[in-house]
């Protein structure tokens, strides 16, 4: 699917990445994340139409803040409990010049765009769909607002840890993954269509059985085994 809404030529990712001004933390993060792989499978381009959704810190939103410019605007979503689980962190990267364009939303997951949010090119969910199981989302309600939310050829892009196959929803919490196979068929029945996988954050030799939240894996955060897909809208 081509962006929407007349988005230019795909930015510098690497130049993205490597700016200067970006925070030591975000840094420290980029082995792990690869973000320059990662804005590449988004596709985001200037002038985009954006929404992360699980917002937390903002080190997804900076990235796409950036892509985006100029012209574009990213609708960075948290609940309310995501929101006091990032805590003063969040209004601070709010207040960086990097994220001019950026439009915080306090928003449950069940209804999580304002009205205006409509017609958008790209939503992307980074590391949050397992995290919409444990708060109890009603995931069918979501995954129907983030449809109507995106114009006719938008995509949805997910990443998430992978739970063992056949584990379904069971290590949301615990291990904070989830089982590929029900993200697949959760936003095949809102009427996605999977266009396109990536292998760049694949770990073969993770054995899913350790929690991948940050707080808890210690030396092994940043190499869990993640999938990324790639939906668009029909």
Request: glycine share 10%; charged share 25%.
């Amino acid at each position: 699917a081509t962006p929407a809404g007349g988005a230019g030529a795909p930015p510098d990712y690497a130049a993205i990445v490597a700016a200067a001004d970006r925070t030591a933390e975000d840094r420290a993060l980029d082995g792990g994340r690869r973000p320059a792989e990662l804005l590449a499978f988004l596709q985001a381009r200037p002038g985009m139409r954006v929404a992360e959704i699980g917002a937390a810190g903002g080190y997804m939103a900076e990235l796409l803040a950036r892509a985006v410019a100029p012209g574009g605007t990213v609708y960075a979503q948290n609940s309310h409990t995501m929101t006091t689980l990032a805590g003063p962190g969040w209004p601070s990267r709010l207040a960086r010049p990097a994220m001019k364009g950026v439009v915080r939303v306090d928003r449950e997951l069940e209804d999580p765009l304002p009205s205006e949010a409509r017609g958008i090119d790209l939503v992307v969910l980074h590391a949050v769909y397992h995290d919409t199981v444990w708060l109890g989302t009603d995931r069918t309600r979501m995954n129907r607002a983030l449809f109507e939310a995106l114009a006719p050829g938008g995509a949805l892009v997910v990443v998430d840890s992978s739970a063992r196959a056949g584990s379904g929803t069971s290590d949301s919490y615990d291990l904070h993954r989830i089982d590929e196979a029900v993200v697949r068929q959760e936003l095949q029945s809102a009427g996605f269509r999977l266009a396109a996988t990536s292998d760049f954050l694949r770990n073969p030799s993770d054995t899913r059985d350790w929690s991948a939240a940050p707080l808890d894996a210690g030396e092994r955060r940043g190499t869990s085994d993640r999938f990324a897909l790639r939906f668009v809208k029909p």
